[in-house]
């Protein structure tokens, strides 16, 4: 994407303040944009190659260097030009970041003698080095830091002082506080690290300066000016509605902002909850007043997954049907030269870096609403520069239900996931009814705050029982029920004792064709949330 069409799309652009991130490939570098935002201040990501660019856009008021797998002095390492020094913007590098500013600089990086240092370790700071107050708020001895590094500082460059160091690393934070460069070989950004967030702030805010005003609930207005501008006098949008918290989110503001040019549209793939058409229909056709069309697609995709047990490839026929029904219903839409979706910082920053930039085990993201670039409509995506935390309180800014926007991540292929083996018509409706069961037991005792997916699963196992003197032989279910952060890890929680029973008791004796009920007690990884 050009930065023209960022800042069309809704990304902040020139003179805001914020802070420029440099991503050199780290794992870390979406929890360091978090951070920052979480200090207020509005952060963006950009790759070593699009930098300059970046920063003319952006003018922003600190820059940070991420870490990254490579060693400076290997050849395919990252290239970022120097040019970023000479800007008079206050830098932070972190870890690799560090390292580069200091070859930049005329320092000197070397593998570490003992072969790196990974994990927790403690630093101790050199006291009445750090005038700035980098390390403002971290105590002198015995501060837990989480280091992850091959290669170390063996020679800061001229200007340079120690602020800390570790055992095994001599140069743990160091800074020029002339030309305001700084550098830490620690990550700041992982919560392992006791006082990382305090030297973020002390960095950003102190240091820098950057203004502490960002706000997701706060910019509304900004938003909805952005998309009636890109939109013009005259343009309709067409926006795929999944009842998720991004498309609805996206929706309701697109709606404020050019009305009943905005045409919604549902496809019910039979794969949904229950009661989750009608919620939908209720909240935006009735409430809203939207324009929305509810394509009832089900007996397609049934049909289309007809003797279909391998999991990739029902997530590929789901994903298939569902750009075709939406083409199909987009095309009738004549007028609508905009598509409108609800695309997350995080899906941007990853397609940025699995198509130009340096992290290597990036996935490239798939949705079922992902649809493909030939439908030649240009993008409204006015949360693309927003993580999921800051589209739910602008979609609660924008008068959303909590049903909505503190919604449980439901995955686009939606219960065929979690119907395993054939999918077929009763399978889908025994599992449905035992969703509800674990949601409503749950919900109705306000246990869900601090879970992040609770659900059934059917399993293609039958087993014998005995209901009355009669003998049955029928399905069972798995009841699935962890916490997350950010589902790239998840664990198991375990529902209270009588919760556990009356779900149990209710599946057996509510939902026909289903007579045994088991717990799934796998972490991710090296399970997964879902079971296909
Ligand atoms: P796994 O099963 O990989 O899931 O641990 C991680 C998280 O992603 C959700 N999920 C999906 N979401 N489209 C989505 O929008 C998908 O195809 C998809 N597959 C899994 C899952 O519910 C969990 O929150």
Same mark, same amino acid.
């Given at each position: 994407m050009s930065e023209a069409a960022a800042a069309a799309s809704g990304e902040r652009s020139a003179g805001h303040g914020g802070v420029l991130i440099v991503d050199f !490939? +780290?794992?870390y570098c979406q929890l360091i944009a978090r951070r920052v935002r979480e200090l207020g201040v509005y952060s963006r990501i950009t790759v070593p190659a699009r930098a300059a660019a970046a920063l003319d856009d952006m003018q922003p008021g600190a820059i940070i260097l991420s870490g990254g797998p490579c060693s400076v002095y290997e050849q395919d390492a990252p290239e970022l030009s120097a040019d970023v020094l000479r800007r008079g913007v206050p830098v932070l590098g972190i870890c690799y970041g560090l390292q580069w500013l200091t070859q930049q600089l005329g320092g000197a990086v070397e593998p570490g003698t003992s072969g790196g240092e990974y994990g927790r370790t403690e630093i101790e700071v050199e006291s009445g080095a750090d005038p700035a107050g980098?390390?403002?708020?971290?105590?002198?001895?015995g501060s837990v830091v989480w280091m992850s590094h091959g290669d170390r500082v063996e020679r800061l460059p001229e200007g340079f002082v120690v602020l800390a160091s570790s055992a095994p690393c001599p140069v743990a934070v160091a800074a020029d506080p002339a030309r305001k460069f700084y550098g830490l070989q620690f990550h700041p950004e992982v919560s392992h690290t006791q006082h990382g967030f305090e030297v973020l702030r002390n960095f950003v805010v102190d240091i820098a300066g950057c203004p502490t005003t960002w706000q997701p609930g706060s910019i509304v207005d900004d938003k909805i000016a952005r998309v009636r501008a890109q939109a013009g006098d005259e343009g309709e949008v067409v926006l795929g509605l999944s009842g998720g918290v991004d498309s609805s989110v996206a929706a309701v503001l697109v709606h404020r902002a050019i009305g009943e040019r905005l045409h919604c549209i549902f496809v019910d793939? !039979?794969?949904?909850? +229950?009661g989750e058409r009608e919620a939908v229909e209720r909240l935006f056709a009735v409430d809203h007043h939207m324009d929305l069309k509810v394509v009832d697609a089900s007996a397609r995709f049934l049909e289309e997954l007809q003797g279909v047990t391998d999991p990739e490839r029902k997530r590929k026929i789901i994903g298939r049907v569902f750009v075709e029904v939406f083409r199909e219903e987009a095309q009738g839409l004549r007028n609508a030269r905009f598509l409108g979706q609800g695309t997350l910082y995080p899906d941007v920053i990853e397609s940025v870096a699995a198509h130009g930039g340096a992290t290597a085990t990036i996935k490239s993201h798939h949705n079922v609403g992902g649809l493909p670039e030939d439908l030649d409509m240009d993008l409204v995506e006015p949360l693309r520069d927003l993580f999921k935390d800051e589209v739910r309180a602008l979609g609660r800014e924008l008068g959303l239900p909590g049903s909505v926007v503190d919604r449980q991540p439901f995955p686009g292929p939606g219960l065929a996931v979690r119907c395993l083996g054939e999918i077929t018509a009763e399978k889908l409706r025994a599992l449905r009814e035992a969703d509800a069961i674990v949601r409503h037991e749950i919900e109705s005792r306000d246990l869900h705050q601090d879970l992040w997916q609770y659900f059934a699963v059917l399993l293609p196992v039958q087993s014998v029982g005995v209901m009355g003197d009669r003998r049955t032989y029928e399905n069972a279910a798995a009841v699935r029920v962890v916490s997350s952060q950010d589902a790239m890890t998840a664990d198991w929680e375990l529902l209270p004792v009588d919760v556990l029973r009356r779900i149990s008791n209710r599946i057996i004796n509510e939902v026909a064709g289903l007579n045994r009920v088991v717990l799934d007690i796998s972490s991710k990884p090296p399970a997964t949330i879902e079971w296909e």
């Open positions: !490939g +780290a794992q980098l390390l403002r708020d971290v105590p002198s001895r793939n !039979g794969l949904l909850r +229950a």
